[in-house]
C-alpha cells in the first residue's frame, strides 16, 4: 500500500464526520490562533517600536564637544559648547528646534518636596537636576503631561520655576500643578510649572527635575558648561546639519564637535515583551495541550466506533502496522488542519488588532508555517495511543458482530 | 469434464488442527481437524451453534492461528508468516462475506468495491475496470454511485460479494451470508455462489439453512470442534441423475 493510499483513506475517514472533525480540530486551532495573535502581536508592537525609532533616529541628532585623548591617555572635552548654542543653531537651514542640557552637580543639596529634612522618612534617591535652555520638548521629541515648560522669558529672567519629570514628580508626591506647588533645591524654592511625560532621546529626563539654565547658574556658581546640544532637524538634513552645526559652534576648530543620531538601537529591545505576552502565550500553549487530549479522544472514540470496518480492511488485507498508519494520519490531517485554520484565525487577529490601534503587522511567514507544522506535531502524538489500540484489535472478534 | 483437468489442485490443507481459547479453564473451538480442499471445491459447513465453524473460517482467512496443528495455503505452511505477509496473502488469495454484510455507509457502492483494492497492488487503473467489472456480475452497475444504505439486503450482500471477488481470490469464505435475507433474495445471492463456483472459484460456506448447504457439493459438518465430512457419492449421483435426464 502506497503512502497516497494511505492518505486517501486517512481523509476519507477524517471527512466522513465533519460534525466530529470540526469539534476535535477546536482545540488546535484555538491554541495554534493563541500563539500566532501573541507572537504576532509582540512582532507587530516592535515593528511598531522599530518603525518609531526610524523617524526619531532620523531627525534627532545631538551635539557634543569631541573627546580629545589627553596626555594621561583619558578622554577629555576639548572644549565646552558656547553658552549661546541655542542662539548659534536655531537660524541654521534644516534645524528645527534646539536645546542645550546638561546635569547639575548637586553638590549635597537634594531636590525635595519640603524644606526641612525628616529622617523616618524613607531614604529615597534624589532626582537628578538638569539644566536646560531652548526648546527641550521639541528637541527630545518629548511630550508634557499638564502645565507648560519653561521659556526664553524665563530663562533670560532666570526664574526658580521647574519642570518635573514623570517618575521625579511621582517620588516628590507632586500630582497637580495649579496651585503651583514649590520644590525646594536644597532650601532654594521652585515653582513647579510642568510635568514631563516623555521624551524619546532622554528618557532619564524623566525622573529628573529640569531647570532654566541660568537659574542654575544663580544657584550652583561651580556648574561646568553643558555638554549636549540636542537637535530635531528635518528629514534628510543630517548631512547639511552634520556640516554647519559644528562651524555654528565653534567656527575656529569645528572639529571639536561631534554629531551623533540621539538614539542606539540597544535602547530599543526593552519593553517589547510585557507580562500580557506571557499569559497569552501560556494560555496558547495549555490550550493546545488540551486539543491535543481531545484529537485523542476523538480518535480513539473514533477507533471504538469503527472497530468493525478495522476488521474488515484487515480482512481486505491491512496488516496491523497499515491500521494503525491509517488512525495515525487521521489525527496528523486532523492536527495540520487544526494548525492552518489557527494560524489563519491568529493572522486575521493580528491584522485585526494592528487595523484597530493604527500599526503595520508584522508576520514571520516562517512563523504560520512552524505553527501548522506545530498543530501536526500535536495531532501525530495524539494519534500514537488510539492508533496502537486499534492496531492491536483482533479482526475475528472485529468482523464478529457489526451493521452495515 | 476436462477443463477440470487440474482442479486436484489443493488450496487449503488443514493438518491436525486445533484452536482453543483462554488459559484458565481453557475452551476448545477446534481439535485436530484434517481437512483439504481443492480447487473448485464448494464446501459447506454446519454445525450447532458454539460448534467451532466461524473458529475454522477464521483460521482459514488468516484471521485468526491456529492454537496446534498446521495449516497450508497454496502448499505453503502459513505459522511461519508475520502479520504483514498474513495480510498480504489475505488480501490477494481470499474473499470474504459475511453475514452482516460490512460496507462502509459513508461510501457509495462502487467505494466499498474499490475497497478491496486498497492494500493489494493492483494497478490504478486497472481496479476501476475489475470494479465494475464486478458490480457487472453481480448485477449493480447500475447503483454503483448509489448509498449502500439505500439498497436491500440482498443488493447489499452482492455489493458485498462483488468486493470479495473483484480482486480475484482463490477462496471464498462466507460466514452465514443468507442468514440476513429472506428466501428469494437468499436464492439469488446463493445462484451467484453457483456461478462463481463454476467459474473455478473456491468456496466455503458457513450456514444454518439445509436448503443452502444442500448446494454445496462438499458437506462438512463439525460438532464441538470435530469436524466429519458427509459422503458426497449418493448426492452426486442423484445429481448426475438429475442432470442426464
Ligand atoms: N475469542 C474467543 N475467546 C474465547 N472463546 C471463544 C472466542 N471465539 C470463539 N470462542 C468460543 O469458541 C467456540 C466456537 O465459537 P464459534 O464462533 O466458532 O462458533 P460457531 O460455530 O461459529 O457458532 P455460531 O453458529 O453461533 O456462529 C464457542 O464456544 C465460543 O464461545
Ligand atoms: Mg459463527
Redesign the interface.
Not at chain 2, 452482516?100 to 461510501?107: G, K, M, N, Q, V
Given at each position: 500500500?502506497k503512502l497516497r493510499?494511505l492518505a486517501t483513506?486517512a481523509l476519507?475517514g477524517v471527512g466522513?464526520k465533519p460534525g466530529r472533525l470540526l469539534i476535535s480540530v477546536l482545540g488546535s486551532v484555538v491554541g495554534i490562533g493563541a500563539l500566532v495573535l501573541t507572537i504576532g502581536l509582540g512582532q507587530t508592537a516592535a515593528g511598531q517600536l522599530a518603525s518609531h525609532f526610524d523617524a526619531i533616529a532620523a531627525t534627532h541628532v545631538e551635539a557634543v564637544p569631541a573627546g580629545v585623548r589627553g596626555a594621561d591617555g583619558k578622554e577629555h572635552a576639548s572644549s565646552p559648547l558656547p553658552t549661546d548654542a541655542v542662539e548659534r543653531v536655531t537660524a541654521l537651514a534644516g534645524v528645527e528646534s534646539a536645546a542645550l542640557l546638561g546635569e547639575v552637580p548637586l553638590g549635597g543639596a537634594e531636590l525635595t518636596a519640603v524644606p526641612v529634612h525628616d529622617p523616618a522618612l524613607a531614604p529615597v534617591t534624589p532626582p537628578a537636576v538638569w539644566a536646560a535652555d531652548g526648546d527641550v520638548i521639541g528637541a527630545l521629541d518629548g511630550h508634557l503631561q499638564r502645565g507648560r515648560f519653561f521659556d526664553a522669558g524665563h530663562v533670560a529672567r532666570g526664574d526658580r520655576v521647574v519642570v518635573l519629570g514623570r517618575e521625579a514628580a511621582d517620588d516628590l508626591g507632586v500630582h497637580e500643578i495649579d496651585s503651583r506647588p514649590s520644590v525646594f533645591l536644597g532650601t532654594t524654592a521652585y515653582t513647579v510649572i510642568g510635568i514631563l511625560d516623555a521624551a524619546s532621546t532622554r528618557r532619564e529626563l524623566l525622573a529628573a527635575a529640569i531647570i532654566p539654565i541660568t537659574a542654575a547658574r544663580h544657584d550652583f556658581p561651580g556648574m561646568p558648561p553643558p555638554d549636549t546640544l540636542a537637535l530635531r532637524i528635518a528629514l534628510g538634513a543630517s548631512e547639511l546639519v552634520g556640516h554647519q552645526v559644528p562651524i555654528a559652534l565653534d567656527s575656529a576648530h569645528p572639529e571639536n564637535v561631534s554629531i551623533a543620531a540621539a538614539l542606539s538601537t540597544t535602547t530599543l529591545e526593552t519593553g517589547v515583551r510585557g507580562d500580557v505576552d506571557t499569559v497569552f502565550f501560556a494560555i496558547g500553549v495549555i490550550t493546545l495541550l488540551a486539543g491535543g487530549l481531545g484529537i485523542a479522544n476523538v480518535t480513539l472514540l473514533s477507533v471504538s466506533e469503527r472497530t468493525?470496518?478495522i476488521?474488515?480492511?484487515?480482512?481486505?488485507?491491512?496488516?496491523?502496522?497499515?491500521i494503525a498508519g491509517q488512525f495515525v494520519l487521521e489525527s496528523l490531517v486532523v492536527g495540520v488542519l487544526g494548525g492552518m485554520v489557527g494560524s489563519a484565525t491568529g493572522v486575521a487577529a493580528v491584522v485585526t488588532v494592528s487595523a484597530i490601534r493604527g500599526w503595520t503587522p508584522v508576520l514571520d511567514l516562517t512563523l504560520t508555517l512552524a505553527c501548522t507544522a506545530l498543530g501536526g506535531a500535536v495531532g501525530l502524538l495524539a494519534g500514537a495511543y488510539p492508533s496502537v489500540r486499534a492496531a492491536r484489535i483482533?479482526?475475528?472478534e472485529a468482523?464478529?458482530?457489526?451493521?452495515? | 469434464m476436462t477443463e477440470r483437468a487440474d482442479d486436484d489442485a489443493v488450496v487449503v490443507e488443514l493438518r491436525q488442527l486445533s484452536r482453543t481459547f483462554g488459559r484458565e479453564a481453557p475452551v476448545t473451538a477446534l481439535s485436530a481437524v484434517d481437512l483439504v480442499i481443492r480447487r473448485g471445491d464448494h464446501l459447506s459447513i454446519t454445525g450447532p451453534s458454539g460448534a467451532g465453524k466461524?473458529?475454522m473460517l477464521?483460521i482459514l482467512?488468516l484471521?485468526?492461528r491456529p492454537s496446534a496443528g498446521e495449516y497450508l495455503l497454496d502448499g505453503a505452511p502459513t505459522s511461519p508468516l508475520d502479520?504483514?505477509r498474513r495480510?498480504?496473502l489475505?488480501?490477494?488469495r481470499i474473499g470474504?462475506v459475511?453475514q452482516?454484510?460490512?460496507?462502509?455507509?459513508?461510501?457509495s457502492v462502487l467505494g466499498n468495491v474499490l475497497?478491496?483494492f486498497?492494500?493489494?497492488d493492483v494497478p490504478r487503473a486497472e481496479r476501476m475496470r475489475r470494479a465494475i467489472g464486478a458490480l457487472d456480475r453481480v448485477g449493480l452497475s447500475h447503483r454503483r454511485d448509489f448509498s449502500?444504505v439505500t439498497l436491500s439486503g440482498g443488493e447489499?450482500q452482492r455489493v458485498a460479494i462483488a468486493?470479495a471477488v473483484c480482486a480475484g481470490p482463490a477462496l471464498l469464505l462466507a460466514d452465514e451470508p443468507t442468514g440476513n435475507l429472506d428466501r428469494s433474495t437468499a436464492d439469488s445471492v446463493l445462484a451467484l455462489f453457483d456461478e462463481l463456483n463454476a467459474d473455478g472459484l473456491t468456496l466455503v460456506v458457513i450456514t444454518h439453512d439445509a436448503r443452502v448447504a444442500d448446494r454445496a457439493r462438499r458437506q462438512v459438518r463439525i460438532a464441538d470442534g470435530r469436524l466429519t465430512e458427509e459422503p458426497p457419492a449418493a448426492k452426486r449421483s442423484e445429481r448426475d441423475r438429475m442432470a442426464s435426464a
Open positions: 500500500m493510499e483513506e476519507e466522513a468493525g470496518e476488521g474488515l480492511r484487515r480482512a481486505l488485507g491491512a496488516s496491523r502496522r497499515q483482533e479482526p475475528a468482523l464478529r458482530g457489526g451493521a452495515g | 466461524s473458529t477464521n482467512g484471521l485468526d502479520d504483514r495480510s498480504a489475505r488480501g490477494s470474504f459475511f452482516s454484510f460490512h460496507l462502509l455507509p459513508t461510501r475497497l478491496a486498497t492494500y493489494g449502500p447489499r468486493r
